[in-house]
């Protein structure tokens, strides 16, 4: 009985600290989305692309796309601030554990174990503005496709920071039906490159 009770007590305090670093982590996130309209963009796009991929000819495809432009290069503009400011956060702020799960003071316990937020949002700011500018030539629905790619593994990353990579991929899962391995093989290979590199620590 007293072992029951010490694992109830240590479950407990650990789902406590692990609730109070979150909410850390989540409001210093926050606080610097809040000066951008990335998420607004980041809706219309998505809906942009699903609406020009459903249209039944040629002409009103490309009267879509050529709308869509004006918000893609907002957006790039928008996260690349972002990511800049976001630079200025503390290392130890910055720091994301590589474990599936949450467990209190991982980044500080296992430093080797992390990898560096302020990194990843310049790695997805990249791999973004690369896309609108297509630097590879695509075409526009190869493009549209790569495009919901990256922004889908950038907030992949940002629920990472948030709470753990479990979490993260169950949530891609629930609101997009995309696997997080199907999200790294769809952006450019650029981003996928530097992306794996990153959080894999190689």
Known sequence: MDILILAILIATGTYMLNAKEQRKRIALLGSHLANYQIEKLMEALTEGYLRALGESTDERRQQIWSLLSTTESQLAEQFSRFAAEFAKVSEADARVSRLSIALPFAEKLLPAATFDMRKALAVHARGIAHVVQNTGHLA????????????????????????????????????????????????????????LTLIKGS
């Open 140 to 195: 526009p629905k190869d493009r549209a496709y790569m495009m919901t790619a990256e922004l889908f593994l950038m907030q992949h990353t940002c629920h990472w920071f948030c709470k753990s990579k479990t979490i993260a991929t169950a949530r891609m899962l629930a609101r997009h039906q995309t696997p997080h391995e199907q999200l790294v093989a769809s952006v450019s290979a650029e981003t996928r490159n530097a992306y």
